[in-house]
């Protein structure tokens, strides 16, 4: 790694965080201003209304970042265009929240502009020496791959400081293996705008939050580390696509655990609940700040050992995953995240002491 590679992650990651930092205040007042507030309920863990339209000082800081940074073309175009669509869906369902049949329309019509005009497709995979071409299924199986990293992040977004924390674990991940991959393509120079930007957020989004980032926030982060994703895997492989499957591996673990739960109990899959990992944790007594600091700590387990996996020895990588996925499942099978007991394992442990 060159100083020049540094100088130029320093200066595009500080820009952004600077231009988001000074950009919250004023989309905390247009929050406020248009009545796009979170009201507390008995399913949420904050006690006051809190304006939550955050999301789109993110989404501005992305664009002075491609602006100051980056070169146009018609691919960051497409990106674009679902970016707007996006966070137009996601703030007029913060100011007044929409059907999720509403919302999914929204995501989709996001991502047909990128996989249409911007042909950023998943439209082949090897694995074991078998090569895969999914033809005219790379269309839907990328449209699947978008959406479903746009509904994990939607859905962890759940505490102070959690969602963004998270992809910023991503986008620090993903950027320091394009550098040492040597790969400084779109890819890279987004991760580093993307972490700035959630970096400057978080400032006023960790506990106690004076500003929340709103399914405006959530869907959009979902939306580009998708799409980072998908452009710093090109040539893919089974190994690499695990990659960004990996580093976000709580929000998906999540998002399968409830729909599993969900559908043991007959209940529709966008009906929410208080039986998320979050919500375990803070029923197991820990504070907010822990429970935020303890998810963050395991997903950046899981980006070290993707780190360790891409760059030192997969082996080792393999054995770290494995550790990592028993230690999760062991508290997901003894905690309430998919079947509720009528006393976990850890309320056992704690009555015994």
């Known amino acids: 790694?060159?100083?020049?590679?540094?100088?130029?992650?320093?200066?595009?990651?500080?820009?952004?965080?600077?231009?988001?930092?000074?950009?919250?205040?004023?989309?905390?007042?247009?929050?406020?201003?248009?009545?796009?507030?979170?009201?507390?309920?008995?399913?949420?863990?904050?006690?006051?209304?809190?304006?939550?339209?955050?999301?789109?000082?993110i989404f501005l800081g992305f664009l002075f970042g491609y602006m100051a940074f980056c070169q146009p073309n018609d691919l960051m175009n497409s990106i674009f265009i679902g970016s707007?669509?996006?966070?137009?869906?996601?703030?007029?369902?913060?100011i007044k929240p929409l059907d999720a049949k509403i919302k999914l329309i929204?995501?989709?019509?996001?991502?047909?502009?990128?996989?249409?005009?911007?042909?950023?497709?998943?439209?082949?995979?090897?694995?074991?020496?078998?090569?895969?071409n999914f033809g005219i299924f790379a269309y839907p199986i990328t449209i699947i791959f978008i959406l479903s990293f746009i509904n994990c992040m939607n859905l962890i977004d759940g505490l102070d400081g959690l969602a963004a924390g998270i992809s910023s674990i991503f986008f620090l991940t993903v950027g320091c293996i394009a550098v040492f991959k040597s790969s400084q393509?779109?890819?890279?120079?987004?991760?580093?705008?993307?972490?700035?930007?959630?970096?400057?957020?978080?400032?006023?989004?960790?506990h106690p939050a004076s500003i929340f980032m709103g399914d405006t926030g959530?869907?959009?982060?979902?939306?580009?580390?998708s799409i980072i994703a998908l452009l710093g895997f090109k040539n893919v492989t089974m190994t690499s696509i695990i990659i960004p499957f990996?580093?976000?591996?709580?929000?998906?673990?999540?998002?399968?655990f409830a729909i599993i739960r969900r559908y043991l109990k007959n209940e529709k899959i966008?009906?929410?609940?208080?039986?998320?990992?979050h919500h375990q944790l803070l029923n197991m007594k820990f504070s907010h700040q822990k429970t935020v600091r303890i998810i963050c700590l395991i997903d950046a387990l899981f980006a070290f050992t993707s780190i360790v996996y891409v760059l030192v020895d997969r082996q080792l990588g393999y054995v770290m995953y494995g550790i990592l996925m028993l230690l999760v499942l062991l508290f997901v099978l003894n905690t309430n995240v998919v079947i509720e007991h009528k006393k976990s394992i850890f309320e056992k442990l704690k009555r015994s002491k």
């Open 218 to 225: 959530s869907m959009f982060l979902g939306y580009i580390i």
């Open 246 to 256: 990996a580093i976000l591996a709580i929000p998906f673990l999540d998002t399968i």
């Open 84 to 94: 707007f669509i996006i966070i137009i869906t996601g703030m007029i369902d913060d």
């Open 185 to 206: 393509g779109l890819n890279f120079i987004l991760c580093f705008i993307m972490l700035g930007c959630c970096l400057g957020f978080l400032t006023y989004n960790r």
């Open 270 to 277: 966008t009906k929410p609940d208080k039986f998320h990992i």
């Open 106 to 132: 929204g995501q989709f019509l996001a991502t047909l502009s990128v996989v249409i005009y911007g042909n950023i497709l998943l439209s082949s995979i090897s694995a074991f020496g078998i090569y895969i």
């Open 1 to 57: 790694m060159t100083n020049e590679i540094i100088i130029k992650i320093l200066l595009v990651t500080f820009a952004c965080y600077l231009f988001v930092y000074l950009t919250v205040p004023i989309v905390k007042k247009i929050a406020e201003h248009i009545g796009a507030m979170d009201i507390p309920d008995k399913r949420k863990v904050h006690k006051t209304p809190i304006p939550r339209l955050g999301g789109l000082a």
